[in-house]
Protein backbone atom coordinates (compact mmCIF):
# COMPACT_ATOMS: atom_id res chain seq x y z
CA UNK A 1 0.00 0.00 0.00
CA UNK A 2 1.18 3.15 -1.16
CA UNK A 3 2.41 5.59 1.53
CA UNK A 4 1.20 8.86 1.96
CA UNK A 5 3.23 12.42 2.69
CA UNK A 6 0.57 12.80 6.09
CA UNK A 7 0.30 9.68 8.60
CA UNK A 8 -2.19 8.97 11.52
CA UNK A 9 -0.82 7.19 14.38
CA UNK A 10 -2.21 3.85 13.23
CA UNK A 11 -0.43 4.17 10.06
CA UNK A 12 2.77 4.87 11.53
CA UNK A 13 1.65 1.68 13.91
CA UNK A 14 1.52 -0.31 11.11
CA UNK A 15 4.45 1.19 9.20
CA UNK A 16 7.12 0.62 12.38
CA UNK A 17 5.42 -2.73 12.79
CA UNK A 18 5.58 -4.20 9.20
CA UNK A 19 9.63 -2.60 9.22
CA UNK A 20 10.28 -4.01 12.76
CA UNK A 21 8.65 -7.75 11.56
CA UNK A 22 6.00 -8.72 13.00
CA UNK A 23 4.03 -8.96 9.69
CA UNK A 24 6.34 -11.18 8.18
CA UNK A 25 4.17 -14.67 8.03
CA UNK A 26 5.54 -16.87 10.83
CA UNK A 27 7.61 -20.18 9.81
CA UNK A 28 4.98 -22.84 9.39
CA UNK A 29 7.62 -25.99 9.30
CA UNK A 30 11.05 -26.31 11.31
CA UNK A 31 12.47 -23.12 12.02
CA UNK A 32 15.95 -22.84 10.89
CA UNK A 33 18.68 -20.26 10.00
CA UNK A 34 17.06 -18.82 6.84
CA UNK A 35 14.82 -17.29 9.49
CA UNK A 36 16.98 -16.35 11.67
CA UNK A 37 18.65 -14.07 9.19
CA UNK A 38 15.56 -12.98 7.57
CA UNK A 39 14.57 -11.13 11.26
CA UNK A 40 18.44 -10.17 11.49
CA UNK A 41 18.22 -8.28 7.95
CA UNK A 42 15.29 -6.38 9.59
CA UNK A 43 16.36 -4.99 13.06
CA UNK A 44 20.12 -5.38 12.12
CA UNK A 45 21.20 -5.80 15.76
CA UNK A 46 19.67 -7.35 19.32
CA UNK A 47 20.52 -5.70 22.38
CA UNK A 48 21.82 -8.15 25.40
CA UNK A 49 21.33 -8.18 29.28
CA UNK A 50 22.20 -10.11 31.85
CA UNK A 51 18.90 -10.35 33.74
CA UNK A 52 17.70 -13.79 33.07
CA UNK A 53 14.99 -13.88 35.71
CA UNK A 54 12.91 -15.10 32.08
CA UNK A 55 14.95 -15.24 29.35
CA UNK A 56 18.41 -13.66 28.23
CA UNK A 57 17.26 -10.67 26.59
CA UNK A 58 19.01 -10.98 23.00
CA UNK A 59 17.00 -14.61 22.98
CA UNK A 60 13.08 -12.88 23.27
CA UNK A 61 13.18 -10.30 19.74
CA UNK A 62 13.68 -13.41 18.00
CA UNK A 63 10.92 -15.49 19.77
CA UNK A 64 8.21 -12.58 19.65
CA UNK A 65 9.10 -12.40 15.41
CA UNK A 66 8.84 -16.43 14.78
CA UNK A 67 7.22 -17.73 17.75
CA UNK A 68 8.98 -20.94 19.50
CA UNK A 69 12.64 -21.13 17.83
CA UNK A 70 15.89 -23.39 18.88
CA UNK A 71 17.36 -21.06 20.84
CA UNK A 72 21.03 -23.06 20.21
CA UNK A 73 20.12 -21.45 16.38
CA UNK A 74 20.94 -17.62 17.53
CA UNK A 75 24.13 -19.15 19.40
CA UNK A 76 25.03 -20.67 16.33
CA UNK A 77 24.76 -17.46 14.63
CA UNK A 78 26.92 -15.75 17.31
CA UNK A 79 29.79 -17.79 18.29
CA UNK A 80 30.36 -20.72 15.94
CA UNK A 81 32.40 -20.68 12.65
CA UNK A 82 30.75 -19.07 10.25
CA UNK A 83 29.89 -16.04 12.52
CA UNK A 84 26.62 -14.15 11.54
CA UNK A 85 26.69 -11.42 14.99
CA UNK A 86 29.54 -10.25 16.64
CA UNK A 87 29.52 -8.41 19.90
CA UNK A 88 29.97 -4.48 19.99
CA UNK A 89 28.58 -1.40 21.42
CA UNK A 90 25.41 -0.52 19.15
CA UNK A 91 22.52 -0.01 20.56
CA UNK A 92 24.18 -0.81 24.30
CA UNK A 93 25.73 -4.15 23.98
CA UNK A 94 24.31 -5.84 21.04
CA UNK A 95 24.60 -8.71 18.96
CA UNK A 96 25.06 -6.97 14.97
CA UNK A 97 24.99 -8.19 12.03
CA UNK A 98 28.87 -9.55 11.27
CA UNK A 99 28.64 -7.49 8.06
CA UNK A 100 28.17 -4.43 9.58
CA UNK A 101 31.31 -4.81 11.59
CA UNK A 102 33.17 -2.10 9.49
CA UNK A 103 30.63 0.53 10.20
CA UNK A 104 31.69 0.21 13.62
CA UNK A 105 35.25 0.93 13.19
CA UNK A 106 34.45 4.61 13.59
CA UNK A 107 33.72 4.20 17.30
CA UNK A 108 36.27 1.55 17.93
CA UNK A 109 38.90 4.58 16.72
CA UNK A 110 37.27 6.97 18.80
CA UNK A 111 37.50 5.30 21.73
CA UNK A 112 39.21 7.66 23.60
CA UNK A 113 35.50 10.08 23.22
CA UNK A 114 33.03 7.53 24.13
CA UNK A 115 33.88 4.54 26.22
CA UNK A 116 33.23 5.38 29.53
CA UNK A 117 35.51 6.80 32.27
CA UNK A 118 37.28 3.73 33.76
CA UNK A 119 37.88 2.32 30.49
CA UNK A 120 39.68 5.33 29.60
CA UNK A 121 41.39 5.74 32.59
CA UNK A 122 43.09 1.90 32.33
CA UNK A 123 44.09 3.00 29.09
CA UNK A 124 46.26 6.14 29.73
CA UNK A 125 47.06 5.61 33.47
CA UNK A 126 48.37 1.96 33.24
CA UNK A 127 49.09 0.75 29.08
CA UNK A 128 51.73 -1.52 30.37
CA UNK A 129 48.50 -3.80 32.18
CA UNK A 130 46.25 -3.42 28.89
CA UNK A 131 50.01 -4.11 26.67
CA UNK A 132 50.32 -7.43 29.24
CA UNK A 133 46.27 -8.21 29.06
CA UNK A 134 46.28 -8.07 24.87
CA UNK A 135 49.38 -9.85 25.36
CA UNK A 136 47.46 -12.44 27.56
CA UNK A 137 45.09 -12.61 24.63
CA UNK A 138 46.85 -13.11 21.91
CA UNK A 139 48.78 -16.29 23.68
CA UNK A 140 45.89 -18.01 25.48
CA UNK A 141 42.56 -16.42 23.95
CA UNK A 142 39.71 -17.11 24.16
CA UNK A 143 39.84 -16.54 27.90
CA UNK A 144 37.78 -14.56 30.41
CA UNK A 145 39.24 -11.77 32.92
CA UNK A 146 38.44 -14.40 35.87
CA UNK A 147 40.87 -16.02 34.27
CA UNK A 148 43.50 -14.32 33.88
CA UNK A 149 42.96 -11.80 36.96
CA UNK A 150 45.48 -14.02 39.63
CA UNK A 151 48.65 -14.02 36.86
CA UNK A 152 48.31 -10.06 36.54
CA UNK A 153 51.53 -8.72 37.11
CA UNK A 154 52.33 -6.61 40.29
CA UNK A 155 53.50 -3.25 41.21
CA UNK A 156 54.89 -2.03 44.50
CA UNK A 157 54.03 1.66 44.07
CA UNK A 158 50.28 1.06 44.16
CA UNK A 159 47.71 -1.20 45.48
CA UNK A 160 48.04 -3.86 42.74
CA UNK A 161 46.12 -5.24 39.68
CA UNK A 162 43.15 -6.78 40.30
CA UNK A 163 39.68 -8.18 38.84
CA UNK A 164 38.38 -5.26 38.25
CA UNK A 165 41.46 -3.36 36.40
CA UNK A 166 42.16 -6.67 34.58
CA UNK A 167 38.00 -6.39 33.44
CA UNK A 168 38.62 -2.85 32.83
CA UNK A 169 41.37 -3.36 30.39
CA UNK A 170 40.30 -5.92 28.45
CA UNK A 171 36.97 -3.95 27.64
CA UNK A 172 38.95 -1.41 26.64
CA UNK A 173 40.58 -3.67 24.43
CA UNK A 174 37.07 -5.10 23.19
CA UNK A 175 35.34 -1.24 22.74
CA UNK A 176 38.90 -0.04 20.61
CA UNK A 177 38.42 -3.64 18.49
CA UNK A 178 41.70 -5.10 19.33
CA UNK A 179 40.14 -8.13 20.95
CA UNK A 180 36.50 -9.33 20.58
CA UNK A 181 34.00 -11.96 21.87
CA UNK A 182 34.35 -15.30 21.05
CA UNK A 183 31.95 -17.21 23.49
CA UNK A 184 30.03 -16.16 26.50
CA UNK A 185 30.06 -18.78 29.23
CA UNK A 186 27.36 -20.55 31.02
CA UNK A 187 27.55 -17.82 33.58
CA UNK A 188 27.60 -15.20 31.07
CA UNK A 189 30.69 -13.89 31.17
CA UNK A 190 32.63 -12.67 27.99
CA UNK A 191 35.58 -14.93 26.62
CA UNK A 192 37.50 -12.64 24.52
CA UNK A 193 39.76 -13.39 21.37
CA UNK A 194 41.62 -11.70 18.74
CA UNK A 195 38.89 -10.55 15.81
CA UNK A 196 41.45 -12.39 13.21
CA UNK A 197 40.59 -15.71 14.91
CA UNK A 198 36.60 -14.72 15.35
CA UNK A 199 35.18 -13.05 12.81
CA UNK A 200 35.07 -14.32 9.24
CA UNK A 201 37.94 -13.28 6.70
CA UNK A 202 35.68 -11.44 4.71
CA UNK A 203 34.72 -9.22 7.09
CA UNK A 204 37.96 -8.33 8.59
CA UNK A 205 39.18 -7.70 4.65
CA UNK A 206 36.46 -5.14 3.93
CA UNK A 207 37.40 -1.58 3.81
CA UNK A 208 36.90 0.57 6.34
CA UNK A 209 34.63 3.71 5.28
CA UNK A 210 35.10 7.20 6.56
CA UNK A 211 33.49 8.26 9.15
CA UNK A 212 30.53 10.39 8.11
CA UNK A 213 29.95 7.55 5.13
CA UNK A 214 29.43 4.90 8.54
CA UNK A 215 27.29 6.96 9.94
CA UNK A 216 25.23 8.15 7.07
CA UNK A 217 24.72 4.20 6.19
CA UNK A 218 23.82 3.14 10.26
CA UNK A 219 21.61 6.16 10.08
CA UNK A 220 19.72 4.27 7.03
CA UNK A 221 19.50 1.16 8.40
CA UNK A 222 18.13 2.60 11.85
CA UNK A 223 15.13 4.32 9.36
CA UNK A 224 15.08 1.12 7.34
CA UNK A 225 14.71 -0.87 10.66
CA UNK A 226 11.97 1.75 12.33
CA UNK A 227 10.26 2.29 9.01
CA UNK A 228 9.28 5.94 10.13
CA UNK A 229 10.71 7.94 12.78
CA UNK A 230 12.02 11.22 14.75
CA UNK A 231 15.50 12.48 13.81
CA UNK A 232 16.46 11.34 17.50
CA UNK A 233 15.11 7.91 16.95
CA UNK A 234 17.51 7.65 14.24
CA UNK A 235 19.99 8.51 16.23
CA UNK A 236 19.12 6.19 18.94
CA UNK A 237 18.88 3.17 17.31
CA UNK A 238 22.57 3.18 17.24
CA UNK A 239 23.58 5.50 19.33
CA UNK A 240 24.70 7.67 17.13
CA UNK A 241 26.56 11.19 17.80
CA UNK A 242 23.60 14.19 17.58
CA UNK A 243 25.79 16.34 14.63
CA UNK A 244 27.16 13.80 12.40
CA UNK A 245 23.49 12.03 12.52
CA UNK A 246 21.74 15.30 11.45
CA UNK A 247 24.34 15.78 8.51
CA UNK A 248 23.27 11.59 7.51
CA UNK A 249 19.78 12.76 7.79
CA UNK A 250 19.95 15.59 5.52
CA UNK A 251 22.18 13.92 3.09
CA UNK A 252 19.94 10.86 3.21
CA UNK A 253 16.76 13.65 2.35
CA UNK A 254 18.41 15.08 -0.65
CA UNK A 255 19.27 11.67 -1.92
CA UNK A 256 15.75 10.61 -1.21
CA UNK A 257 15.93 7.75 0.87
CA UNK A 258 14.50 9.56 3.65
CA UNK A 259 11.28 12.05 2.92
CA UNK A 260 9.49 13.78 5.81
CA UNK A 261 5.62 13.01 6.61
CA UNK A 262 3.60 14.33 9.57
CA UNK A 263 1.81 12.75 12.10
CA UNK A 264 -0.47 14.47 14.92
CA UNK A 265 1.50 14.57 17.65
CA UNK A 266 5.00 14.65 16.28
CA UNK A 267 6.72 17.78 15.87
CA UNK A 268 8.74 15.88 12.44
CA UNK A 269 9.09 12.83 11.12
CA UNK A 270 11.56 10.65 8.39
CA UNK A 271 9.81 8.08 6.20
CA UNK A 272 12.18 5.27 5.00
CA UNK A 273 11.53 4.98 1.18
CA UNK A 274 11.08 1.60 0.75
CA UNK A 275 8.54 1.31 3.99
CA UNK A 276 5.30 -0.03 3.28
CA UNK A 277 2.10 0.59 5.22
CA UNK A 278 0.28 -3.12 5.66
CA UNK A 279 -3.94 -2.94 5.83
CA UNK A 280 -3.92 -4.52 9.27
CA UNK A 281 -1.68 -6.43 11.55
CA UNK A 282 -2.34 -9.43 13.10
CA UNK A 283 0.37 -10.02 16.02
CA UNK A 284 -0.16 -12.18 19.08
CA UNK A 285 2.95 -11.94 21.17
CA UNK A 286 4.90 -10.83 24.01
CA UNK A 287 7.67 -8.14 23.76
CA UNK A 288 10.80 -7.97 25.92
CA UNK A 289 11.65 -4.92 27.69
CA UNK A 290 14.83 -5.01 25.41
CA UNK A 291 13.46 -5.44 22.17
CA UNK A 292 14.06 -2.76 19.90
CA UNK A 293 10.01 -2.01 19.01
CA UNK A 294 10.01 -0.30 22.60
CA UNK A 295 13.96 0.77 22.68
CA UNK A 296 12.80 4.45 23.01
CA UNK A 297 10.39 4.87 25.67
CA UNK A 298 8.32 8.29 24.44
CA UNK A 299 8.15 6.82 20.86
CA UNK A 300 6.06 3.83 22.38
CA UNK A 301 4.28 6.27 23.61
CA UNK A 302 3.29 8.48 21.05
CA UNK A 303 3.09 5.31 18.98
CA UNK A 304 1.06 2.70 21.24
CA UNK A 305 -0.18 5.31 23.99
CA UNK A 306 1.42 3.36 26.47
CA UNK A 307 3.98 4.61 29.13
CA UNK A 308 6.50 1.95 29.35
CA UNK A 309 9.29 2.05 31.90
CA UNK A 310 11.21 -1.46 32.92
CA UNK A 311 11.20 -1.22 36.79
CA UNK A 312 13.80 -4.07 37.22
CA UNK A 313 15.69 -0.84 39.23
CA UNK A 314 13.29 0.21 41.04
CA UNK A 315 12.48 -0.28 44.91
CA UNK A 316 9.70 -3.04 44.86
CA UNK A 317 7.07 -1.19 46.85
CA UNK A 318 7.29 1.94 44.53
CA UNK A 319 7.19 -0.70 41.32
CA UNK A 320 3.58 -0.10 39.42
CA UNK A 321 3.88 -2.53 37.03
CA UNK A 322 5.94 -5.37 38.73
CA UNK A 323 9.79 -6.61 38.43
CA UNK A 324 10.43 -8.00 34.68
CA UNK A 325 7.31 -7.05 32.96
CA UNK A 326 6.40 -7.84 29.13
CA UNK A 327 3.60 -5.92 27.09
CA UNK A 328 1.02 -8.19 24.88
CA UNK A 329 1.26 -6.90 21.36
CA UNK A 330 -2.16 -8.02 19.76
CA UNK A 331 -3.03 -6.66 16.22
CA UNK A 332 -1.85 -3.12 16.14
CA UNK A 333 -1.87 -2.06 20.13
CA UNK A 334 -0.32 -2.89 22.77
CA UNK A 335 -3.26 -4.83 25.14
CA UNK A 336 -1.77 -5.61 28.03
CA UNK A 337 1.50 -6.47 30.06
CA UNK A 338 2.62 -9.37 32.48
CA UNK A 339 4.94 -9.72 34.82
CA UNK A 340 6.71 -12.96 34.39
CA UNK A 341 9.45 -15.02 36.01
CA UNK A 342 10.63 -19.15 35.01
CA UNK A 343 10.81 -21.20 38.03
CA UNK A 344 13.24 -23.56 36.58
CA UNK A 345 13.82 -25.50 39.30
CA UNK A 346 9.13 -25.87 39.38
CA UNK A 347 8.83 -26.00 35.89
CA UNK A 348 6.36 -23.21 36.38
CA UNK A 349 5.71 -20.05 34.22
CA UNK A 350 5.14 -17.78 37.19
CA UNK A 351 3.02 -14.22 36.60
CA UNK A 352 2.94 -12.46 39.68
CA UNK A 353 1.46 -9.51 37.83
CA UNK A 354 -1.08 -8.96 35.06
CA UNK A 355 -2.50 -5.74 33.58
CA UNK A 356 -5.02 -5.01 31.18
CA UNK A 357 -4.02 -1.74 28.85
CA UNK A 358 -7.00 1.04 28.38
CA UNK A 359 -9.56 0.25 25.48
CA UNK A 360 -8.57 -3.03 25.07
CA UNK A 361 -11.15 -6.23 24.74
CA UNK A 362 -10.78 -8.27 28.26
CA UNK A 363 -12.08 -11.29 26.81
CA UNK A 364 -10.18 -11.44 23.11
CA UNK A 365 -7.12 -10.15 25.11
CA UNK A 366 -7.39 -12.71 27.92
CA UNK A 367 -7.62 -15.41 25.51
CA UNK A 368 -5.08 -14.26 23.31
CA UNK A 369 -2.62 -13.65 26.02
CA UNK A 370 -3.46 -17.13 27.78
CA UNK A 371 -2.49 -18.86 24.82
CA UNK A 372 0.81 -17.06 24.46
CA UNK A 373 1.59 -17.98 27.80
CA UNK A 374 1.26 -21.41 27.23
CA UNK A 375 3.20 -20.96 24.05
CA UNK A 376 6.17 -19.24 25.96
CA UNK A 377 6.26 -21.37 28.66
CA UNK A 378 6.69 -24.61 26.14
CA UNK A 379 9.81 -22.90 23.95
CA UNK A 380 11.09 -22.27 27.73
CA UNK A 381 10.72 -25.54 28.40
CA UNK A 382 8.51 -25.06 31.85
CA UNK A 383 5.64 -27.59 32.13
CA UNK A 384 2.86 -25.73 33.77
CA UNK A 385 1.46 -21.66 33.71
CA UNK A 386 0.73 -20.01 37.03
CA UNK A 387 -2.34 -18.89 38.09
CA UNK A 388 -1.79 -14.76 37.72
CA UNK A 389 -1.26 -13.03 41.19
CA UNK A 390 -2.14 -9.68 41.13
CA UNK A 391 -2.98 -6.54 39.03
CA UNK A 392 -6.79 -5.50 37.07
CA UNK A 393 -6.48 -8.25 35.08
CA UNK A 394 -5.31 -11.29 36.79
CA UNK A 395 -8.72 -12.56 37.26
CA UNK A 396 -9.73 -12.96 33.71
CA UNK A 397 -6.20 -13.89 32.80
CA UNK A 398 -6.48 -16.60 35.39
CA UNK A 399 -9.91 -17.88 34.10
CA UNK A 400 -8.88 -18.33 30.51
CA UNK A 401 -5.92 -20.20 31.31
CA UNK A 402 -8.10 -22.63 33.49
CA UNK A 403 -10.26 -23.19 30.06
CA UNK A 404 -6.86 -24.21 28.34
CA UNK A 405 -5.83 -27.99 28.83
CA UNK A 406 -3.30 -28.93 31.67
CA UNK A 407 -0.22 -28.13 31.41
CA UNK A 408 1.10 -26.48 28.44
CA UNK A 409 2.30 -27.81 24.69
Known amino acids: MAVPESLSVSQARRITLAAQGFTDPRPGGVIDLRHLRRVLRRLHLIQMDSVNVLQRAHFMPLYSRLGPYPAGLLERAAYRRPRELFEF ?231 LFGYYVLPFLLGERFAARVDLKADRRSGELQVPAAWLEPGADPEETATALAAELRRLAGWLGLQTVAVPERGDFAAPLASALASCSVGVP
Not at 158 to 171: C, D, F, P, R, T
Not at 301 to 309: C, N, P, S
Open 89 to 319: WGHEASLIRADLQPLFRWRMARAHEFAWGNMRRIAVEQPELVAWVLDEVRERGPITAAEIEHDAPRNSDHWGWNWSVVKQALEWLFYTGQVTAAERTTSFARRYDLPERVLPPAVLAAPTPEPQGAIRALVELSARALGVAAEAELRDYFRLPLQPCRVAVAELAEAGVLRPVTIPGWKSAWLHHEARLPRRVGAATLVSPFDPLIWERARTERLFDMAYRIEIYVPKPQR
